[in-house]
């Protein structure tokens, strides 16, 4: 059974996990929960493999229990170590587990999955190492165990290890990927009379396995310090930029600061700024605002959007406006 949560500020809210209206409601809790029992499915893997446990627990209440099994609980519930016993901790692991380098962006919080235990029952499930946590692609000798208290109750595995071994092939890190996709569209037509509104769908999209976090704009300025919205005419030229686009750096490169946690929208109840896997929203940019779009011509218009993730600009497609006499 998959139950579905929502961690909000100080904890989690069940949005799954719903019976019939025939059935009467049941407590359900996070426990507690039987210590855990863990085991490698594989003891040796090769450089870049995933390393996947058996992970069993059985609910030792009366009533329905949660084991989290994806999102940030699902994530920060392992505790990997090297021959040293030292972590051995991506960029993102070392921000949400040493807080090194943390901004107020890099909150853990987000859509959450959990195994639901029914109550005196045992279940087993498969678990995956985070790759975006643990960097387990040197040789090597690991051990691992789950340590994470959930709720105030604490869930102790016991250890296991894994031998890292080099593959025929060395094993080379692939380049990062940012998590999202930035998508654009034309709201009012591919043309346009001159003094007319040149406006943009532009589509954030999580393309990645693990929920991220981007900033939503509530208004003209903030779109500015998220996006970059880049034209150019049929000669290759930039066309003048509105005071306003001037003022905002609207061409530059630097990447935005932080704006503070947005308010949810009306009807959402995810925290802001938190894209589960695959969800994506759509923010609208006017053109017009940032560049003087009155004369005639075709123009070329690209957006592109920083990922604090990978500290790069994801660029959308590139679509083409005419503006008509």
């Given at each position: ?12 809210v069940l949005v ?234 609207n061409r530059g ?73």
């Amino acid at each position: 059974m998959k139950i579905n949560l929502a961690l909000l500020a100080v904890g989690f809210v069940l949005v799954g996990a719903h019976r019939s209206s025939a059935q009467s409601s049941e407590a359900i809790g996070p426990g507690p929960l039987a210590p855990l029992t863990i085991s490698a499915i594989k003891d040796v893997v090769e450089a870049g493999s995933p390393v996947d446990l058996k992970v069993t627990v059985k609910n030792i209440s009366d009533h329905l229990a949660i084991y989290p099994t994806w999102g940030s609980q699902g994530d920060t519930k392992f505790d990997v170590r090297d021959s040293a016993g030292n972590q051995p901790l991506t960029r993102r692991g070392r921000v949400l587990l040493l807080g090194e380098g943390r901004s107020d962006d890099d909150f853990i919080g987000g859509s959450q999955a959990g195994a639901g235990v029914e109550p005196g029952k045992t279940i087993t499930v498969k678990e995956r190492i985070p790759a975006h946590i643990y960097d387990l692609t040197k040789p090597g000798t690991y051990s691992i165990r789950i340590h994470k208290e959930i709720l105030g109750q604490m869930l102790t595995s016991n250890t296991v290890t894994v031998t890292v071994v080099q593959g025929a092939t060395p094993y080379t890190a692939p380049a990062p990927q940012p998590p999202i996709s930035v998508t654009i569209e034309t709201l009012g037509g591919a043309s346009v009379s001159s003094g007319g509104t040149v406006a943009l769908g532009v589509v954030t999209k999580n393309i990645s396995n693990h929920f991220t976090n981007e900033r939503t704009a509530q208004d003209r300025r903030d779109l500015t310090r998220f996006y970059r919205t880049d034209v150019h005419d049929s000669q290759g030229g930039v066309p003048p930029e509105t005071q306003f686009g001037q003022a905002s750096g609207n061409r530059g490169n630097a990447p935005p600061q932080w704006l503070g946690l947005n308010p949810p929208p009306p009807g959402r109840d995810d925290l802001e700024g938190n894209y589960k896997p695959g969800q994506q929203r759509t923010q609208v940019i006017s053109v017009n605002d940032l560049y003087d779009l009155s004369q005639p011509g075709q123009y070329t218009i690209q957006v592109r959007r920083w990922d604090d993730e990978t500290k790069t600009w994801v660029k959308s497609n590139t679509i083409t406006v005419t503006v008509t006499p």
